[in-house]
T-cell receptor
Framework: GVTQSPTHLIKTRGQQVTLRCSSQ?????VSWYQQALGQGPQFIFQ???????GRGNFPPRFSGLQFPNDSSELNVNALELDDSALYLC??????????????FGPGTRLTVL | GNSVTQMEGPVTLSEEAFLTINCTYT??????LFWYVQYPGEGLQLLLK?????DKGSNKGFEATYRKETTSFHLEKGSVQVSDSAVYFC????????????FGTGTSLTVIP
C-alpha cells in the first residue's frame, strides 16, 4: 500500500518541512492533497513520471519531487499557521487517467506553531 | 468551476437504519463521480464510483446513482452497521483537469447499536 512519513510533525512559522510518501509498487503517478480539519482534501499537485502534471490553487512555496523508486516528497517553505493540516499522498497507475483509482496513504499531520 | 456539495453532518443512526447522504456537484466537463470513506486514523478508501450518467456504483451494500439531470450522486445503504461509522466524502474528477479530484467537505456517520 501507500505509506507516509512522518505520522505527525510540529514546526514553527517560517520553517521548512519535507513530507515523504512511498507509492504502491508499480504506480507512476502521485498526487498530494491538503486536508484542513473538518474539510475535504484539497488538491495540491500531481507528479507523473517525475514531472509535475497539474497543480491546484497553492503557492510556489509548495513543491514536490518524485523519485524512480516509487517514493516522492512534498516540500513546504516559509511555513504559515494556515499550513497546519493533514497532508495526504495518493498513488495511481497510468498517468492519472480519469478512471484510475487513487490509493491514499494515512497522511502526515502537520502542526505549525 | 468544479465543486462538490455534501450534506452536512454529523449523522447519527441506529443499527439497521436506512442511510442517505446527499451529494450534488457542478462541473465544467463531464465528470466521473466517487464516494470515498475515511475510517479513524486511516487514509481515504474508494467506496464506489460511476463514470457516466445513469451508472450505479455499488459496494459493501452502499449504492449511488449518477444523475446528470439533477447533478447528484447520493449515497444510500439499506441497513447500516456499527462498522460503517466513518467519514464519507463525495468527489468528482473531470477529464480536462487530468486526475485532479474535487472533494466535498465530508459527512461524519456514527452508527449506534
Amino acid at each position: 500500500g501507500v505509506t507516509q512519513s512522518p505520522t505527525h510533525l510540529i514546526k514553527t512559522r517560517g520553517q521548512q518541512v519535507t513530507l515523504r510518501c512511498s507509492s504502491q509498487s508499480g504506480h507512476n503517478t502521485v498526487s498530494w492533497y491538503q486536508q484542513a480539519l473538518g474539510q475535504g482534501p484539497q488538491f495540491i499537485f500531481q507528479y507523473y513520471r517525475k514531472e509535475e502534471n497539474g497543480r491546484g490553487n497553492f503557492p510556489p512555496r509548495f513543491s514536490g519531487l518524485q523519485f524512480p523508486n516509487d517514493s516522492s516528497e512534498l516540500n513546504v517553505n516559509a511555513l504559515e499557521l494556515d499550513d497546519s493540516a493533514l497532508y495526504l499522498c495518493a498513488s495511481s497507475l497510468g498517468g492519472g487517467g480519469l478512471y484510475n483509482e487513487q490509493f491514499f496513504g494515512p497522511g502526515t499531520r502537520l502542526t505549525v506553531l | 468551476g468544479n465543486s462538490v456539495t455534501q450534506m452536512e453532518g454529523p449523522v447519527t443512526l441506529s443499527e439497521e437504519a436506512f442511510l442517505t447522504i446527499n451529494c450534488t456537484y457542478t462541473a465544467t466537463g463531464y465528470p466521473s463521480l466517487f464516494w470515498y470513506v475515511q475510517y479513524p486514523g486511516e487514509g481515504l478508501q474508494l467506496l464506489l464510483k460511476a463514470t457516466k450518467a445513469d451508472d450505479k456504483g455499488s459496494n459493501k451494500g452502499f449504492e449511488a446513482t449518477y444523475r446528470k439531470e439533477t447533478t447528484s450522486f447520493h449515497l444510500e445503504k439499506g441497513s447500516v452497521q456499527v462498522s460503517d461509522s466513518a467519514v464519507y466524502f463525495c468527489a468528482l474528477s473531470v477529464s480536462n483537469t487530468g486526475n485532479q479530484f474535487y472533494f466535498g467537505t465530508g459527512t461524519s456517520l456514527t452508527v449506534i447499536p
